[in-house]
Nanobody, 125 residues
């Protein structure tokens, strides 16, 4: 059974940095893709970044390009989201999800097969 557990959320001031982690277990993930989504209060869950665990290719939504970096540690089955230059608009619950299929630049919540329960990031102005 696949399990995803996010951690690392918290309260940070605008302009600050934080790293989120997602621990994956339950299968071999070398041919899978991991993505981070986020959901702000009253809004739909939206794509943030994705990485292919096999070849390391990445994808980002435009609003985080140059500020966020997704990475993976295959040996530990961990995926990270390094977030720099944080803005109040980044405040959301951040979820990690996994899917067999690479979606390029267009990712949807419906693409993901498994989800974690999320971790809350609050960016104060």
């Amino acid at each position: 059974q696949v399990q995803l557990v996010e951690s690392g959320g918290g309260l940070v001031q605008a302009g600050g940095s934080l790293r989120l982690s997602c621990a994956a277990s339950g299968r071999a993930f070398s041919s899978y893709n991991m993505a981070w989504f986020r959901q702000a209060p009253g809004k739909e869950r939206e794509f943030v970044a994705a990485i292919n665990w096999g070849d390391g290719r990445t994808s980002y939504t435009d609003s985080v390009k140059g500020r966020f970096t997704i990475s993976a540690d295959n040996a530990k089955n961990m995926v990270y989201l390094q977030m720099n230059s944080l803005e109040p608009e980044d405040t959301a619950v951040y979820f990690c999800g996994v899917t067999r299929f690479w979606r390029g630049s267009r990712w949807s919540v419906y693409d993901m097969n498994y989800w974690g329960k999320g971790t809350l990031l609050t960016v104060s102005s």
